[in-house]
């Protein structure tokens, strides 16, 4: 008996042994056990039905459970169907035995489904704002997921959840207008832990790829951190738009390639936090044009088009705080330069510095005479910064080449590119006729002091005496109210004279000169003076005097070998409109060229001799004249000496025509005339006069490098003519 139950126990065991080899390698295939699936995800939730197939059983012996695992199997809800690929899970046997089931854990392997059909789903099982805005956003893409579930001993999911999806092609729709296409991603969801790995996608041409992004749910608010790059891309205004919410006309071929980590928080109304920002871009090119004459004005060279070529960008965002730092060339027309910057956010300033090389384009700084030519290197350095209301302030500036240097400190700037302030500026350089300048304007207190060395003033006396004393003050500063005082040693007003211990002051309001006086002395000591004063009606007067004016007058080309004389000029002038006198005594000219041609074409062969030789001296010479905008009205040129006489007028429209006339007369023919007026022509002339040419009338018109002159004789002297000699003859 106890061989018999030997026998069966054995035979038993082996049957056991093979039968659980079998279930472990094979399994079983049943149906017995689906209803019992379907009656427990029913509890679970009314709405969820499932469609299962055959389920094959295979026993784990380890961990003393059967693994159960259905192929092909469907998820309903609520007329909503998911394709399965297979589900699988682990049962205890000890729950199997108590015809309850406990699942240790189970594996849910899908098709390929519809992302939005997924969130459809959610969506009805668990409404949520978060969820019908995806539902909005999302436009295509499907998914494959892999999830795995372990329960505890009463059925419930335990956290250590974990799903595998792959998305495919999906597409987003973001900012009504743009999308988001070609979605290619890996995910992995733990819980309250989300991976997303070899991300690939494409925003409206633009290609972008992640090799990871990590999420983290803590308290309803999502931690996310993870990398994102581009290789070289072209990269529409629109996009650009977007980002830096601009408008960007002007702004194109920009062509980039970048690599970017980043972290951010996003709370449940999507709203984004705490924003991290590290990225290096590769800036291959990027153009834009816009009319900027201000520009053109520095940089003759300008096209109206900056191109930047193969800039390295680092850029830092954190706590509303932007950092960039680059370096690359650009170039301004065909020539490419080199440049350095530093660019910083912090609240609502911007903080700024850079380092430019400039070598192949000119530089022009007009209102100083100032020139670097193309072919010559120079180094621009600065430092500043722009607040919220555009206003620019440079800490420092510099610009060096070769010997010429410029300082500048503490530079408040309009937005309109105008001076309000500024502590000093330091000028050493060579202006464009290779004159030395070392001057320095500084700022104590509410005035300004310009203290000198040497200085070259021929431009400022060219406009002065063009009646436009507030040239230059108007193109530098916005509104300028100051007292300027002036101390120069050596000033050079012209290219060869110069005056010693320069002294004065100007006062300016509201950008223009007010009052002025200034005084020097030349190496002659022969003096020069210059005084300009407002009235009430807000008249100007300017005074120019000089009783050594050969360097004053030697600036206009026409006129040679000037010596000795007086210059006495005064204008007033209100508004854009001023009338100027000038007056010159006791000089003489060695050469006018247009006066000799008339000379000889009057047949005055004797005095044309004489003007190109040892010269012709005048006692009086009087200017009158007017200037408005860049017409010069000519009212009365007098000019009466020895030998000669001149009256004309006219007007000169700058660089465009003259057109003079007038009455040229020997002091024979005048001397004759004035003789022949009964009384008054005894007193002045006496009874004796001299045999003596006809005067001439002559014409002079047209452009100023070809001027057409006409000459016609005179038989009889102008009234007007006589009525002038009389009154120098009376004043000599």
């Given at each position: 008996m106890i061989r018999k139950f030997i026998n069966f126990l054995g035979l038993f065991l082996i049957l056991l042994f093979f039968s659980s080899i079998y279930l472990s390698y094979f399994g079983i295939e049943t149906k017995k056990f689906n209803q019992l699936i379907k009656d427990e995800i029913l509890k679970k939730d009314r709405n969820i039905n499932i469609n299962l197939k055959k389920v094959k059983i295979i026993l784990d012996i380890k961990s003393f459970s059967l693994n159960i695992k259905t192929i092909k199997p469907e998820i309903l809800y609520k007329n909503n169907k998911i394709k399965l690929n297979s589900i699988s899970s682990n049962f205890s046997l000890n729950s199997f035995f108590n015809k309850k089931i406990y699942k240790d854990d189970l594996n849910i392997k899908t098709e390929e489904i519809k992302i939005k059909d997924i969130i459809s789903i959610i969506k009805k099982h668990s409404p949520s704002i978060q969820l019908i805005i995806l539902e909005k956003i999302i436009k295509g893409g499907s998914a494959v997921a892999d999830i795995n579930i372990n329960f505890n001993d009463r059925g419930e999911i335990k956290k250590d959840y974990e799903l595998n999806i792959l998305i495919k092609d999906g597409s987003i729709k973001i900012l009504n207008t743009k999308r988001i296409k070609n979605i290619n991603l890996k995910m992995n969801i733990k819980d309250k832990y989300y991976s997303l790995n070899n991300i690939d996608l494409n925003f409206d041409g633009l290609k972008f790829f992640s090799k990871s992004i990590n999420i983290k749910e803590k308290n309803k608010i999502f931690f996310i951190d993870g990398d994102i790059n581009n290789n070289n891309s072209n990269i529409k205004n629109e996009i650009l738009s977007l980002i830096l919410n601009d408008n960007l006309d002007g702004l194109e071929n920009v062509n980039l390639n970048s690599e970017s980590i980043f972290s951010f928080n996003l709370n449940k109304k999507f709203k984004i936090n705490n924003l991290k920002l590290q990225t290096n871009i590769g800036l291959n090119s990027l153009s834009y044009s816009k009319n900027l004459p201000e520009l053109k004005k520095i940089l003759p060279n300008f096209n109206n088009k900056i191109k930047l070529i193969n800039h390295t960008i680092n850029l830092t965002f954190q706590k509303n705080q932007i950092s960039i730092d680059g370096k690359g060339t650009f170039s301004i027309n065909k020539d490419n330069e080199f440049i350095e910057y530093n660019l910083e956010k912090k609240e609502n300033d911007y903080l700024f510095k850079s380092k430019i090389n400039i070598k192949d384009n000119p530089i022009l700084i007009e209102f100083i005479d100032y020139q670097k030519k193309s072919k010559i290197s120079s180094e621009i350095k600065f430092e500043g910064a722009i607040n919220k209301n555009q206003k620019l302030y440079l800490n420092n500036f510099s610009?060096?080449?070769?010997?010429?240097?410029?300082?500048?400190?503490?530079?408040?700037?309009?937005?309109?590119?105008?001076?309000?302030?500024?502590?000093?500026?330091?000028?050493?350089?060579?202006?464009?006729?290779?004159?030395?300048?070392?001057?320095?304007?500084?700022?104590?207190?509410?005035?300004?002091?310009?203290?000198g060395k040497i200085f070259d003033a021929t431009k400022l006396i060219n406009n002065i005496l063009e009646s436009d004393n507030n040239n230059g003050l108007s193109i530098i500063f916005d509104n300028l109210n100051t007292n300027i005082n002036i101390k120069i040693d050596k000033t050079f007003i012209d290219q060869i004279s110069h005056t010693d211990n320069l002294r004065g002051n100007i006062k300016i309001i509201n950008n223009e000169i007010s009052k002025l006086n200034l005084i020097s002395n030349f190496s002659n000591n022969k003096k020069i003076t210059l005084t300009i004063n407002t009235n009430e009606d807000n008249e100007k007067t300017t005074t120019l005097f000089s009783n050594y004016p050969k360097p004053l007058v030697n600036r206009y080309k026409f006129i040679k070998g000037f010596e000795e004389g007086v210059l006495d000029f005064q204008s007033t002038k209100k508004g854009n409109v001023s009338k100027s006198i000038l007056n010159i005594d006791n000089f003489k000219v060695k050469e006018v060229p247009v006066l000799a041609k008339l000379l000889s074409l009057a047949s005055l062969q004797g005095i044309a001799d004489l003007l190109t030789g040892e010269g012709i001296r005048f006692t009086d010479f009087e200017m009158k004249f007017s200037n408005e905008d860049n017409l010069m009205k000519i009212e009365e040129i007098y000019a009466i000496g020895p030998a000669i006489s001149i009256m004309m007028n006219g007007y000169i429209e700058s660089e465009k025509l003259i057109s003079l006339r007038g009455t040229l007369v020997p002091a024979r023919t005048i001397n004759r005339t004035i003789a022949s007026i009964p009384l008054i022509g005894k007193v002045l002339v006496g009874e004796k006069t001299g045999e003596g040419v006809f005067g001439v009338s002559f014409k002079i018109k047209g452009p100023p490098k070809d001027l057409k002159t006409t000459v016609n004789p005179v038989k009889t002297l102008t009234p007007r003519f006589i009525t002038r000699t009389l009154e120098k003859i009376k004043k000599n």
């Open positions: 610009f060096i080449e070769n010997k010429n240097k410029i300082y500048i400190k503490g530079l408040d700037i309009h937005k309109n590119f105008k001076i309000n302030s500024v502590k000093e500026i330091s000028l050493d350089f060579f202006n464009d006729k290779k004159k030395q300048n070392i001057i320095k304007f500084k700022k104590d207190k509410k005035n300004y002091e310009i203290d």
